[in-house]
């Protein structure tokens, strides 16, 4: 039975009164009665904030009157929420929102967003909001969304739009001397969660799995809690006994990764995430491209184009792809339909291609602007040659340390390794040269506190 909670003004000048006009929803609990469900509606209203504490309750007569419910009914659930420490009757006073309600639960701090303007300058998560065609997107989206029917949104492939896949063979890997069938091709949010997806398929708990020195942490992890034993790259090809090995885009493996896969039958994934980001030369084609059988590449939108986009994908070799498509559609994770269908007009229509060249430009007099900063910190023919952030190698176990110093600073920067720290690329030239200085100040002091 439902009402509405006509809550009467109350004698009493100064006092907190229960708010009027609260929907109830009366339904009798099957072995408390009508009383009991009353009782959990009227502790609700303090749970959530409605009745604060000390706020006056109304008197079971008004209850009573207002919900049409017996008198008796409304005493029991307003003497039940005096027993259980929600309220409390003060003598010839009335009955009131404890100040301190029994078992009520912690107030959470409200979660605030970070948007790139609260990233510090060299944070490498901070995004170049500044490059990206923003108004072309919400175009390319409005008509995404204009297209789908209710149909499409039920029946939409798991492995992800038909169209969108064709057109990132053709205009993504193709380019790159990577030839595959749409088929190959994989949709997912992210591209951590395809290599997951990968390490399900692939990986038993106990397994051995080959990763780099400079591997994503991200990766590592994932590849723990999938069971596996990590080894690292750097050891005895003739003795790495691994069934999985993940590999950069500039890994210092990936010159004997294919003669060791193609021998012992075992399998490559290729981060590929920071391959359109090549700052000196043209980037060298994919290992998926020389030894496709045995690698899977895993490519992402979201570093290109947003974060928030979640699209990314990855390119299967013929004898994973129904093994993935089946982990798929178990572990779940499909990207957004009408993402995809605007970041395949964005692709098709040379929105992306355009976004590329001028990001390339941009990233490159980025990255030149903080080397500058970095004179005698940084060697330029020891820094990585692609991607969203400036790698520095500090020497062993001295990143750590250097990127607490940074966050303390507001500064931003992340230790990948234990000599390795990462210098993001987000800002703009003017805001990467106006804190290069201190940046710089701050390493030095820090890497000389080292020396002492």
């Given at each position: 039975?439902?009402?509405?909670?006509?809550m009467?003004?109350?004698?009493?000048?100064?006092?907190?009164?229960?708010?009027?006009?609260?929907?109830?929803?009366?339904?009798?609990?099957?072995?408390?009665?009508?009383?009991?469900?009353?009782?959990?509606?009227?502790?609700?209203?303090?749970?959530?904030?409605?009745?604060?504490?000390?706020?006056?309750?109304?008197s079971s007569?008004?209850?009573?009157?207002?919900?049409?419910?017996?008198?008796?009914?409304?005493?029991?659930?307003?003497?039940q929420?005096?027993?259980?420490?929600?309220?409390?009757?003060?003598?010839?006073?009335?009955?009131?929102?404890s100040?301190?309600?029994?078992?009520?639960?912690?107030?959470?701090?409200?979660?605030?967003?970070?948007?790139?303007?609260?990233?510090p300058?060299?944070?490498?998560?901070?995004?170049?909001?500044?490059?990206?065609?923003?108004?072309?997107w919400?175009?390319?989206?409005?008509?995404?969304?204009?297209?789908?029917?209710?149909e499409h949104?039920?029946?939409?492939?798991p492995?992800?739009?038909?169209?969108?896949?064709?057109?990132?063979?053709?205009?993504?890997?193709?380019?790159?001397?990577?030839?595959?069938?749409?088929d190959?091709?994989?949709?997912?949010?992210?591209?951590?969660?395809?290599?997951?997806?990968?390490?399900?398929?692939?990986?038993?708990?106990?397994?051995a799995?080959?990763?780099?020195e400079?591997?994503?942490p991200?990766?590592?992890?994932l590849?723990?809690?999938?069971?596996?034993?990590?080894q690292?790259?750097?050891?005895?090809?003739?003795?790495?006994?691994?069934?999985?090995?993940?590999?950069?885009?500039?890994?210092?493996?990936?010159?004997?990764?294919?003669?060791?896969?193609?021998?012992?039958?075992?399998?490559?994934?290729?981060?590929?995430?920071?391959?359109?980001?090549?700052?000196?030369?043209?980037?060298?084609?994919p290992?998926?491209?020389?030894?496709?059988?045995?690698v899977?590449?895993?490519?992402?939108?979201?570093?290109?184009?947003?974060?928030?986009?979640?699209?990314?994908?990855?390119?299967?070799?013929?004898?994973?792809?129904d093994?993935?498509?089946?982990?798929?559609a178990?572990?779940?994770?499909?990207?957004?339909?009408?993402?995809q269908?605007?970041?395949?007009?964005?692709?098709a229509?040379?929105?992306?291609?355009?976004?590329?060249?001028?990001?390339?430009?941009?990233?490159?007099?980025?990255?030149?602007?903080?080397?500058?900063?970095?004179?005698?910190?940084?060697?330029?023919?020891?820094?990585?040659?692609?991607?969203l952030?400036?790698?520095?190698e500090?020497?062993?176990?001295?990143?750590?340390?250097?990127?607490?110093?940074l966050?303390?600073?507001r500064?931003?920067?992340?230790?990948?390794?234990?000599?390795?720290?990462?210098?993001?690329?987000g800002?703009?030239p003017?805001a990467?040269?106006?804190q290069?200085?201190?940046?710089a100040?701050?390493?030095?002091?820090?890497?000389s506190?080292?020396?002492?």
């Open positions: 039975m439902g009402s509405v909670l006509a009467r003004d109350m004698e009493g000048l100064g006092r907190s009164r229960a708010p009027a006009f609260l929907p109830v929803d009366l339904m009798p609990e099957p072995q408390g009665g009508l009383y009991q469900g009353l009782y959990k509606r009227l502790r609700t209203f303090i749970l959530d904030g409605v009745w604060p504490p000390g706020t006056r309750l109304p007569r008004t209850l009573a009157a207002d919900l049409k419910v017996s008198r008796n009914t409304a005493i029991l659930a307003v003497e929420l005096i027993a259980d420490g929600w309220a409390e009757s003060r003598s010839r006073s009335g009955v009131y929102v100040i301190r309600p029994a078992a009520a639960p912690v107030a959470l701090p409200q979660p605030r967003a970070r948007d790139a303007a609260e990233l300058p060299f944070a490498p998560e901070r995004p170049a909001a500044d490059l990206f065609p923003a108004q072309i919400k175009q390319l989206q409005a008509r995404a969304w204009a297209q789908i029917e209710p949104l039920i029946a939409a492939d492995a992800g739009d038909a169209v969108l896949r064709e057109t990132i063979a053709r205009l993504v890997c193709a380019p790159r001397g990577l030839r595959c069938h749409p190959q091709i994989l949709i997912v949010p992210t591209a951590t969660a395809a290599i997951d997806l990968i390490a399900a398929t692939l990986l038993r708990a106990g397994d799995a080959l990763v780099e400079a591997c994503r991200s990766v590592r992890h590849l723990e809690a999938r069971g596996a034993r990590l690292a790259t750097g050891c005895d090809p003739a003795e790495a006994a691994a069934r999985l090995a993940c590999t950069g885009f500039d890994g210092a493996a990936r010159h004997w990764l294919p003669g060791w896969a193609r021998q012992g039958g075992s399998w490559i994934v290729e981060d590929d995430r920071d391959s359109e980001l090549w700052f000196d030369e043209a980037p060298p084609p290992l998926a491209a020389e030894a496709g059988e045995h899977v590449l895993v490519g992402s939108f979201n570093r290109l184009l947003f974060p928030g986009l979640c699209v990314a994908f990855l390119v299967a070799p013929p004898a994973l792809v093994p993935l498509r089946d982990a798929h178990i572990v779940g994770g499909r990207a957004s339909l009408a993402s269908l605007a970041l395949e007009a964005f692709i229509e040379g929105h992306f291609a355009r976004h590329l060249r001028r990001r390339r430009q941009a990233y490159a007099e980025r990255r030149v602007a903080l080397l500058d900063c970095l004179a005698g910190i940084a060697d330029p023919d020891r820094v990585n040659r692609a991607g952030h400036l790698a520095l500090l020497g062993e176990g001295r990143a750590p340390a250097v990127a607490s110093r966050a303390a600073e500064l931003g920067g992340t230790a990948a390794t234990g000599s390795r720290l990462l210098l993001g690329l800002a703009t003017e990467i040269r106006a290069g200085a201190r940046l100040a701050v390493i030095l002091s820090e890497l506190r080292g020396h002492a």
